[in-house]
């Protein structure tokens, strides 16, 4: 349906009111009713703002079907965005509160987890979820919507270790839950699902060997052309850089190891002008999250970058880092921050390959460098002139 139950209305008020956000994304807006409530409520009640123009909260949504959104949710929603949420919101910027009502079973099980990654990553504040429980709610399509389909089915079980408030109603299909799901609790929860999850296969039989175990070679890394994407670079000192032929910079090893992945999230830790995140999208079929805590990016057709979400925050708080296959990390080079990284990627049970940049560069990155106890090896003969360490979290520290 393109609406949903109504018994969780004032479960959806008392959320709004623990949060107060000053921004809301409704994902799956329907006939937008979650929507008109938290205008009325936090701008007409709380703000005691009725005309629009005075209005303050910051309301966006997705919808897919565009055939739903008529002049009423317009009327309401600040920007509606028609599209696959799970495309759409990678394009979005951060909101305080991120609105689930009756969408995740919309979407096959393991899909919605990662749907909820994003919706994670997307919020400052809290997740609102509302949603059918248990194997009961079967529906096919309806409204001439096919992605009214219910796809995955889910239960208390899952969502209360993560939520701060919640209630669970019975209706004849089945039990229907209320969650407010704060930021942390989700980041907390879902790292410690992600640590119990062997999805990675431990290479036993594999020698400890970084370079054989990647194919890293200087054919292989040669030919990687990163021309192509050359056009998006303004700065033309750093053009040269990227285009670099004689391995004296990292950005066509980046090339050649996202061409060795598909289908599987890359972080990029410390954007600066956003090459190096050009540089991992090589390979599109991945997606790239680049992070900074400010705005240095220097692109152009920047729009056209749809494999990178480039985003300002702590990346440290970002669900998906635990299920990420690669990480750059080329940040502060003070030795402080990378140690405090690399702990925390220890900490959430990451198990792919860190490429750390500029182990050389001073004794405080050399002393980094030392201290690492996973498999690591040097590879700055293939990669930056400052040093380039990769670090294997897929194999036990012997
Ligand atoms: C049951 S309705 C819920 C509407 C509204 N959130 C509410 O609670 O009243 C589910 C909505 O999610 C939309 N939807 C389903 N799959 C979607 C997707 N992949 N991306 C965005 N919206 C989707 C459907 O078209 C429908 O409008």
């Given at each position: 349906m393109l609406t949903s139950p109504y018994s969780h209305i004032s479960n959806y008020i008392a959320f709004l009111d623990t949060t107060r956000p000053q921004s809301i994304l409704d994902?799956?807006?329907?006939?937008?009713?979650?929507?008109?409530?938290?205008?009325?409520?936090?701008?007409?009640?709380?703000?005691?703002?009725?005309?629009?123009?005075?209005?303050r909260l910051h309301l966006d949504g997705i919808e897919i079907f565009g055939e739903y959104i008529q002049d009423h949710q317009k009327a309401i929603y600040d920007q509606i965005h028609i599209g696959d949420a799970f495309?759409?919101?990678?394009?979005?910027?951060?909101?305080?509160?991120?609105?689930?009502?009756?969408?995740?079973?919309?979407?096959?099980?393991?899909?919605?987890?990662?749907?909820?990654?994003?919706?994670?990553?997307?919020?400052?504040?809290?997740?609102?979820?509302?949603?059918?429980?248990?194997?009961?709610?079967?529906?096919?399509?309806?409204?001439?919507?096919?992605?009214?389909?219910?796809?995955?089915?889910?239960?208390?079980?899952?969502?209360?270790?993560?939520?701060?408030?919640?209630?669970?109603?019975?209706?004849?299909?089945?039990?229907?839950?209320?969650?407010?799901?704060?930021?942390?609790?989700?980041?907390?929860?879902?790292c410690n699902m992600l640590k119990q999850a062997p999805f990675f296969h431990k290479p036993s039989d594999m020698p400890n060997n970084i370079r054989r175990r990647f194919n890293l070679t200087r054919e292989r890394i040669q030919s990687v052309d990163l021309l192509p994407l050359a056009r998006y670079i303004i700065n033309e000192e750093y053009r040269g850089y990227f285009l670099d032929t004689q391995f004296k910079e990292h950005y066509r090893l980046l090339g050649y190891l996202s061409s060795l992945y598909k289908?599987?999230?890359?972080?990029?830790?410390?954007?600066l002008k956003g090459y190096s995140a050009l540089a991992l999208s090589y390979n599109p079929a991945n997606q790239v999250v680049s992070y900074d805590i400010e705005d240095l990016k220097q692109l152009r057709h920047r729009e056209e970058l749809k494999s990178i979400d480039y985003r300002i925050g702590n990346v440290l708080e970002d669900p998906r880092l635990p299920s990420a296959h690669l990480i750059l990390l080329d940040t502060y080079h003070d030795g402080s921050f990378e140690a405090h990284f690399y702990n925390h990627l220890k900490k959430i049970g990451f198990k792919g390959l860190l490429v750390l940049d500029d182990i050389h560069l001073n004794s405080a990155m050399e002393n980094f460098w030392s201290r690492i106890t996973e498999p690591k090896e040097d590879v700055t003969d293939l990669a930056h002139w400052s040093g380039t360490g990769l670090v294997d979290f897929a194999i036990a520290p012997c």
């Open positions: 994902v799956g807006l329907g006939n937008g009713k979650l929507g008109f409530i938290a205008r009325d409520f936090l701008d007409v009640m709380m703000g005691e703002r009725f005309r629009k123009s005075e209005w495309d759409v919101i990678d394009s979005l910027g951060t909101y305080d509160v991120v609105v689930m009502g009756d969408v995740l079973e919309h979407f096959d099980k393991e899909i919605g987890w990662l749907l909820l990654d994003k919706c994670a990553a997307h919020a400052a504040k809290a997740l609102i979820l509302f949603v059918p429980l248990g194997k009961g709610w079967v529906q096919p399509a309806i409204y001439g919507n096919v992605y009214e389909t219910h796809r995955s089915c889910w239960t208390s079980a899952e969502i209360l270790p993560m939520s701060s408030q919640h209630e669970l109603f019975a209706y004849t299909p089945g039990e229907y839950g209320a969650f407010l799901i704060p930021k942390g609790n989700y980041v907390e929860h879902r289908g599987q999230t890359i972080f990029d830790v410390g954007t």
